[in-house]
């Protein structure tokens, strides 16, 4: 009975989970890169909040509870503002 009660309660935490999403992006070389995605991405609803790593040229993108955003979007997201996505992993 206890491990039935156990999966109920792992199961509807996962239920709220928020997604980490992470694009490789190229094109990215300066502050004014990193600021313009991260406002970019700010703008979609189920963003919670964006990192920029110059270095790895990688945006990590932090979803809302029970939220996420398709690879699609991320793409038109980056594409439009003038970069090119290499890559789009989540965890
Ligand atoms: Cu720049």
Redesign the pocket.
């Known amino acids: 009975m206890r491990i039935v009660i156990a999966i109920v309660l792992v199961l509807a935490a996962g239920t709220a989970h928020a997604e980490t999403i992470l694009a490789s992006v190229n094109g ?7 600021t ?1 995605i991260e406002k970019s991405f700010k703008k979609q609803a189920a963003v919670d909040s964006v990192s920029v790593n110059l270095e790895k040229k990688l945006v990590t993108l932090n979803t809302k509870a029970d939220q996420t955003l398709d690879d699609a979007t991320v793409r038109k997201v980056i594409t439009s503002a003038g970069y090119t996505v290499t890559d789009i992993t989540r965890k």
Do not use: E, H, S
């Open positions: 990215m070389v300066c502050a004014f890169c990193a313009g």
